[in-house]
């Protein structure tokens, strides 16, 4: 088609096209500092919109790369000059949320922050968060399965959703906003697009679980004298805490000193030379019991020897400031020339030895390796992994020497990033060769054309 432009304007409206040309300036994503490449960014305002910019595009046999806010690090919304890249920004309303019911809909293009605020302004909390909130939005978040900071309470994003709309290649629209927690009407068809990050249909809406909104926060820097000891600490706190521990971070010492170093200066919240540290945290519903009783349990584990050092925050602002620690990773980012990063997961008991072992071989094997951070979600089983190199050469060779480890511990290649395009040719590391088979079946019953965000996951 000529004027494909003029097409997608006839759909949406002139304004709510760009051009490829006004694309150029921006990032093509949050990590990568190239140029955004594409024919067009459309920006449907409805469902039956997205319906017809799809039908058009698969007729025309045209690339779609669904975007949401771009936060993605796999460069699983890269595309080319010849793309329509499709942004749901405009489809963003969050509905009030059902106070009864725990439910809350909303559109695929609005930001996860938003959603979470709005659920707490009705006392209500949505159950994921990570530290791309504020750019995140719920269709990305759903289609990379993004996991977070309280997968151990609440779950993954997949365990937010009850009902789902999504739009299909050809403009097939699948709406099942289902509100019910039971609904076992058939095959689960929500779940084949959820962490299919944009390869199998573009999400529009969805129904989402709630929870009631915790009455209290407990948050705690804990520096451990072996992995073992924060293992043991956090079946303590699990078992002891009565079902509040919401999160249970770890930071290898390499990864923490720096974060202090840069975000604390000579105020070091505990002290140093810990073989681990950890940042635990609990929301719970009794005011007047809580906070003791995390004191306690924090306390039992001090004593047991598990725990060297622990601060507790006593304060919103000094629970920012230990979160801070966690987060903020840009510092790591900063350290290294060509920064590689790994999302893995891994049994716990295994966790060390892979470390331990990723840090000897590396160092074996791609000598000229620049050093390695290691920090992660600890309560499930997630760790993340950055390292880098002075030039691009050997990234290949380095990511090889790691997947290769992470296949041996019978491990994830992709704990909650997804696989994007920079972790398509090592999918096989993690799935067998059946069930890259059944993907690819799928993908060519739901996308016969190729049309959606081809190149990425398989
Ligand atoms: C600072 C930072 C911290 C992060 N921390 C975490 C973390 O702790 N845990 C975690 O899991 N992730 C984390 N992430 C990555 C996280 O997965 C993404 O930030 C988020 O899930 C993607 O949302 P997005 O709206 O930016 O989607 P994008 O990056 O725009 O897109 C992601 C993928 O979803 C597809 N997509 C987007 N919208 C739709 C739609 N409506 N329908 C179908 N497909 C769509 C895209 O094609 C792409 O494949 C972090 C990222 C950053 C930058």
């Known amino acids: 088609m000529g004027d494909i432009i003029g097409a997608l304007a006839a759909i949406t409206g002139e304004r709510h096209v760009v051009p490829g040309d006004e694309l150029r300036s921006r990032p093509m994503d949050f990590w990568t500092n190239e140029p955004t490449l594409a024919r067009a960014l459309v920006k449907p305002g409805s469902t039956e919109e997205v319906s017809k910019v799809l039908a058009l595009c698969d007729r025309e046999g045209i690339a779609v790369v669904p975007e949401g806010g771009r936060t993605n690090l796999n460069q699983a919304t890269r595309a080319d000059g010849a793309s329509i890249l499709v942004s749901l920004e405009r489809m963003n309303a969050v509905d009030a949320p059902d106070e009864a019911a725990l ?20 006392g209500l909390r949505f159950g994921l968060d990570f530290g791309a909130r504020g750019t995140a939005t719920l269709g990305g978040a759903l289609a990379t399965n993004a996991g977070g900071f309280q997968a151990l309470r609440y779950g993954v994003a997949r365990d937010q959703v009850l009902g789902l709309e999504c739009v299909l290649a ?13 609904d076992n009407t058939g095959y689960d068809l929500k779940q084949l697009f959820i962490g299919s990050e944009g390869t199998l249909g573009i999400i529009t809406r969805a129904v989402l679980r709630l929870h009631p ?3 209290t926060v407990a948050t705690a820097l804990l ?9 043991r600490t956090l079946a ?3 078992r002891d805490l009565r079902g509040t521990l919401s999160s249970f971070e770890i930071m290898w010492p390499e990864f923490f000193e720096r974060n202090v170093e840069a975000l604390c200066g000579a105020r070091r919240p505990v002290v140093p030379g810990a073989a681990v540290y950890g940042l635990c945290e609990a929301e719970g519903f009794e005011p007047d019991g809580d906070p003791a009783l995390f004191e306690a349990v924090v306390g039992a584990a001090l004593e047991a020897g598990d725990i060297e050092d622990a601060v ?15 987060e903020d990773f840009e510092a790591e980012q900063r350290l290294f020339t060509v920064p590689v990063d790994f999302d893995v997961s891994l049994p716990l008991g295994a966790m060390e030895a892979f470390a331990t072992e990723v ?14 951070h290691v920090f992660g979600h600890l309560a499930d089983g997630n760790l993340h992994l950055t390292t880098g190199l002075p030039t691009p050469e050997r990234i290949g060779a380095l990511k090889e020497v790691v997947y290769s480890l992470i296949a041996r511990y019978h491990g994830s290649i992709s704990a909650e990033h997804g696989i994007g395009v920079l972790k398509r040719d090592y999918l096989h590391h993690s799935r067998s ?11 060519t019953a739901l996308d016969p054309r190729g049309t959606l965000n081809p190149g990425k996951v398989i």
């Open 236 to 238: 303590r706190l699990q």
């Open 170 to 182: 050809d403009g097939t629209v699948l709406s099942h906003l289902s509100p019910y927690r039971k």
């Open 103 to 122: 439910t809350v809909e909303a559109g695929a293009g609005a930001v996860i922050q938003t959603i979470q605020e709005r659920c707490a302004a009705s």
């Open 223 to 231: 520096a451990f004298p072996s992995f073992d000891a924060a293992v």
């Open 433 to 443: 060769p059946a069930e890259i088979a059944t993907m690819r079946l799928l993908k």
């Open 359 to 372: 840090e000897a071989t590396l160092r074996r094997e791609v000598p000229d390796v620049l050093g390695l």
């Open 213 to 215: 909104a915790p009455a």
């Open 312 to 326: 507790v925050a006593q304060s919103s602002r000094q629970r920012d400031e230990l979160w801070r620690i966690r």
